[in-house]
Structure formats: C-alpha cells, structure tokens
C-alpha cells in the first residue's frame, strides 16, 4: 500500500484511535472512581485522559477550528504539543506508580515524581515562551513541523517536543520490557503489558520520522513525507496499541470470570436436575440475573433440596461406593464424588429423607453440601455410576442418569 495513501486514512480518521482511547478510559473509569486513592489507576486515568485529548485536538478539522475561534495562527501547535508532553509526562508517572505501588511513599518515589512534574512543566512553559517570541503567520495543518523546522523560536519550540516525547518512550519501553519478564505474571496482563510495549515501540518510530524530517530540512533536503505520512501512521497506530495494552487486562479477567461463573452453572446442571426430580420446584428465571446471581440461585436450590435428602444417606453404601471407585482406578477426589453422587441417586430412589434431628447418628453433610460441583460433574457419567454400583454391590444399576 502507498505511504500516501496511509496518510489520507491516519489524516482523515482520527477519530479511530480517540474512540478507542475514549472506550478504554470508559471501561476503566468505574474501577479509577472506586480506587480513586490507587496512584496506579489515577495515573492510568490520567494517561487515557490525555492521550484521547492529543488526538482529538490534532485531527486538522479541531485545529483549523482552534486556530480560527483563537484568532491566533497556529495556536493549536503548542497546545497540542502541550497535551502531547503531558502525556509523556503520565507515561513517566504510571511506571513510577507501578515501581513504588500503593504504600510506597518513599522518599526516591517522591522525588522521582516532583522531577517528573517539575520537567515536563517547565517543557510546557517553555513551549508556550517559545511559540509567543516566533513568528509563524502561515497556517499549517499538517506539516508544521517541517514547514517551520528553521524557523527562529518554533525551531527549538518543535525539538524540545520531540526530544521530551523520545525521552518518555525510551524509559516507558525499557521498563515495560523489564516488567513483562517479571515472573508470576498473570497471562492476561503479560499480554495487555505486550501490546503497551509495542504502542511505546511506535512511538518511538513517530519520533524518529518527525525527527529525521526536521533534520533533514536543517541540512537543506527535504524528507516532508516521514513527518506528513510515517509520523500519523506510527501515532494512530501506537494509540491503538496502547488502548489495547490498557483494555486486555481487564476485558479478558473479565471475560474469564463470566466464563468461570456460566461453567459452573452449566456443571450444576445434572444435580439440580436431580434435585427438582425430589423437590419438585425449580428456579425461577430472571431476566435481569447475571451469571453470578444464576448461580447463586442454582447452589442455594441445589443445597436447599439436598439438605434433607442427605441426611438421609446410607453411609455404608457410600463408603463401599468410595472403595469400589478407587479399586477402578478412579483418583481420590473422583472416587469420592462417585461415591457420594451413588449415595445421593440411592437415596432418592429410595424416597429417604432425614429427620433432621440432628443426633448423634446423624452423617455430617457439609463436605457434600461443599462439594456439589464435584457430585454433579459425576453424574454426567453414568458408565462410571453404574460400574461403582455393580462392584459395590448397590442396587438400581440399569437406572437412567441425568445428565
């Protein structure tokens, strides 16, 4: 694909990475209200914030706009560029937050975050001394950076932006890289902290194209095309990157845990089968219930109709059962699923409740109670129920398993 043609997209569709940013602080924005004391998720807050900010404000639309309601030619230069040090100046403070953490209040953490703000202030300050003492009174949309690159003031007002913006990104990706060879790492994060670190690696290729050109026109060539084609390319496509690296911890956490809960209430499924079967009720459908809520309503019906039904039992049978299910081979655990889902089918064949007079005599159900996830798996296999049955010699072998 032509650069040009990687131009006209990245140039005419900045709103791409700004919705994306914008759906990045969205989904992380209630967890940064919750832990509003967390500096980590202020800082992370405060980078989205801004990094949104910088592309909104340099599509050429918002800049022409700038420019004109300003009156000022050019005004939006060092506006953006401000934005665009301010988020340098977040990167540099999240990693700090993320190497001092919560408690830290160290005295190396403190400083390291004063110099941070005290330099990337003074860069901002000096942005703005700068553009007022130059005179720039042709207004670029796209190119500034090049079109002004030997101009008296706007010359050192475009270096320091860009040497402010390397500096940022070079420190970010060391430790980023550092940080995603720490071990323990969940594989959730490990791959949000991959997709940050390649966003900071395009960053720094926007630097070195914006730098090359601005080099390029000081020593009379001319190389406008790194900074009108290469430079919005590597911007738009590390702003994705990094809303990415900021959302795949959280979605795929998320996600895993909503796949988590729905297994678990699918794994209910032949106990609480079972269990109508006795109590003839059900669970009444929610609409509005979430997974967590479904499930909750699935154990408590679960443990509800089991309660009595179990204290019924025939303990005999369940640790004949237990035995028959380890001399097949099954492991502990299994076997002793077996034996009891065995224990539970037996007795409501047998139409057996407890008295729930709670004597002496009377078995312990809360290892049953705790375990019905485990029971329920094991009645999904009913070859394995019914060969515990005929070793153990437990009648009701030819009887239909729910499933």
Same mark, same amino acid.
């Given at each position: 694909m032509d650069?040009? @043609?990687?131009?006209?997209?990245?140039?005419?569709?900045?709103?791409?990475?700004?919705?994306?940013?914008?759906?990045?602080?969205?989904?992380?924005?209630?967890?940064?209200?919750r832990f509003r004391a967390d500096p980590m998720l202020r800082a992370v807050g405060g980078l989205l914030l801004l990094a949104c900010a910088v592309f909104v404000f340099v599509a050429p639309s918002t800049i022409a706009r700038v420019n004109r309601l300003t009156g000022v030619p050019n005004i939006s230069a060092p506006w953006v560029y401000s934005l665009l040090t301010a988020f340098c100046a977040s990167c540099l403070l999240l990693i700090i937050a993320w190497r001092g953490g919560l408690s830290d209040r160290s005295a190396a953490t403190r400083r390291a975050t004063r110099w941070v703000v005290a330099a990337y202030s003074g860069v901002?300050?000096?942005?703005?001394?700068?553009?007022? *003492?130059?005179?720039?009174?042709?207004?670029?949309?796209?190119?500034?950076?090049?079109?002004?690159?030997?101009?008296?003031?706007?010359?050192?007002?475009?270096?320091?932006? *860009? *040497?402010?913006?390397?500096?940022?990104?070079?420190?970010?990706?060391?430790?980023?890289?550092?940080?995603?060879?720490?071990?323990?790492?969940?594989?959730?994060?490990?791959?949000? *902290?991959?997709?940050?670190?390649?966003?900071?690696?395009?960053?720094?290729?926007?630097?070195?194209?914006?730098?090359?050109?601005?080099?390029?026109?000081?020593?009379?060539?001319?190389?406008?095309?790194?900074?009108?084609? @290469?430079?919005p390319a590597a911007a738009c496509a590390s702003a994705v990157l990094i809303a990415v690296g900021f959302i795949l911890p959280h979605a795929g956490q998320y996600l895993c845990e909503r796949r988590r809960l729905r297994q678990a209430h699918r794994e209910l499924r032949p106990l609480y089968a079972l269990m109508r079967s006795v109590g003839g009720d059900r669970v009444r459908f929610v609409l509005r219930a979430g997974p967590e809520l479904r499930l909750t309503r699935r154990e408590t019906f679960i443990r509800d109709t089991l309660l009595p039904l179990a204290r019924g039992l025939d303990e005999e049978l369940r640790r004949r059962c237990h035995a028959a299910a380890l001399a097949l081979g099954h492991p502990p655990e299994r076997a002793r699923a077996l034996a009891a889902a065995v224990a539970v089918l037996d007795a409501v064949e047998a139409g057996r409740t407890g008295?729930?007079?709670?004597?002496?005599?009377?078995?312990?159900?809360?290892?049953?109670?705790?375990?019905?996830?485990?029971?329920?798996?094991?009645?999904?296999?009913?070859?394995?129920?019914?060969?515990?049955?005929?070793?153990?010699?437990?009648?009701?072998?030819?009887?239909?398993?729910?499933?």
């Amino acid at each position: 694909m032509d650069i040009a @043609v990687l131009s006209e997209f990245y140039t005419d569709f900045w709103w791409i990475p700004a919705t994306v940013l914008a759906a990045a602080l969205a989904i992380k924005l209630p967890t940064i209200i919750r832990f509003r004391a967390d500096p980590m998720l202020r800082a992370v807050g405060g980078l989205l914030l801004l990094a949104c900010a910088v592309f909104v404000f340099v599509a050429p639309s918002t800049i022409a706009r700038v420019n004109r309601l300003t009156g000022v030619p050019n005004i939006s230069a060092p506006w953006v560029y401000s934005l665009l040090t301010a988020f340098c100046a977040s990167c540099l403070l999240l990693i700090i937050a993320w190497r001092g953490g919560l408690s830290d209040r160290s005295a190396a953490t403190r400083r390291a975050t004063r110099w941070v703000v005290a330099a990337y202030s003074g860069v901002i300050v000096a942005l703005w001394v700068l553009f007022a *003492l130059a005179d720039a009174p042709v207004e670029r949309l796209r190119d500034l950076d090049t079109y002004y690159a030997t101009t008296p003031f706007l010359r050192e007002m475009i270096l320091l932006y *860009l *040497l402010a913006h390397t500096t940022a990104a070079l420190i970010t990706s060391r430790l980023i890289r550092n940080w995603i060879r720490t071990d323990g790492l969940d594989a959730w994060l490990r791959w949000g *902290l991959k997709f940050l670190g390649a966003g900071y690696a395009m960053n720094l290729v926007f630097d070195a194209a914006k730098l090359t050109a601005v080099g390029a026109r000081w020593s009379g060539h001319d190389l406008d095309r790194l900074n009108t084609d @290469v430079a919005p390319a590597a911007a738009c496509a590390s702003a994705v990157l990094i809303a990415v690296g900021f959302i795949l911890p959280h979605a795929g956490q998320y996600l895993c845990e909503r796949r988590r809960l729905r297994q678990a209430h699918r794994e209910l499924r032949p106990l609480y089968a079972l269990m109508r079967s006795v109590g003839g009720d059900r669970v009444r459908f929610v609409l509005r219930a979430g997974p967590e809520l479904r499930l909750t309503r699935r154990e408590t019906f679960i443990r509800d109709t089991l309660l009595p039904l179990a204290r019924g039992l025939d303990e005999e049978l369940r640790r004949r059962c237990h035995a028959a299910a380890l001399a097949l081979g099954h492991p502990p655990e299994r076997a002793r699923a077996l034996a009891a889902a065995v224990a539970v089918l037996d007795a409501v064949e047998a139409g057996r409740t407890g008295s729930g007079g709670g004597g002496a005599d009377e078995p312990d159900t809360t290892e049953l109670l705790r375990e019905i996830g485990a029971v329920s798996r094991a009645l999904r296999r009913p070859d394995d129920i019914r060969a515990v049955r005929h070793r153990a010699g437990a009648r009701g072998d030819a009887v239909r398993v729910t499933d």
